[in-house]
């Protein structure tokens, strides 16, 4: 299950993407993707994979502009550094991601050249989620860029 919020900066939704044409929204039962969200446990989540199925016949299609995602400083590791598992964590997972690097204050930009503008880089990002234990080398890599390797290892 892909978990995702959608919309203007402020007013994100919460929705769970269905393949790479379609979403469904799930903002009637949960209000935001948050830590107290995933704090309940694997009922709620449960619940609300039974939910997306009942939903998927009425899905949307994937928005025209890119989802934007922002990493906390304090989430970062170097390109082959180990993954520290999070304490209790249960299901740790995985996926390779392009990641923009922005090189200067921008807001409000007029044009997609001013955007374009903005980027200082691109790298390889290994976006790690706890979704179970893994213990597997993690390799990976984006054409003209570059590849990581990262080993999981047990929490301090």
Avoid: C, H
Avoid at 113 to 131: C, F, K, T
């Amino acid at each position: 299950m892909y978990l995702m919020r959608i919309g203007a900066p402020g007013s994100e939704i919460p929705v769970v993407r269905v393949d790479g044409e379609s979403y469904v929204d799930v903002s009637d039962v949960v209000t935001d993707l948050t830590k107290r969200f995933f704090g309940t446990g694997p009922e709620q989540l449960t619940a609300l994979a039974t939910l997306v199925e009942t939903r998927v016949a009425a899905g949307q299609n994937v928005p025209a502009e890119p989802i934007l995602f922002t990493k906390s400083p304090n989430t970062q590791i170097g390109p082959n550094d180990d993954v520290r598992i999070p304490r209790g964590s249960t299901k740790l997972d995985w996926e390779v991601e392009l990641g923009i690097v922005i090189g200067r204050r921008a807001s409000y930009l007029a044009d997609e050249d001013q955007a374009r503008a903005a980027i200082a880089g691109y790298v390889v990002v290994n976006n790690v989620s706890e979704r179970a234990f893994q213990i597997d080398v993690m390799e990976v890599s984006i054409d003209g860029l570059g590849s990581q390797r990262q080993t999981v290892v047990a929490p301090r």
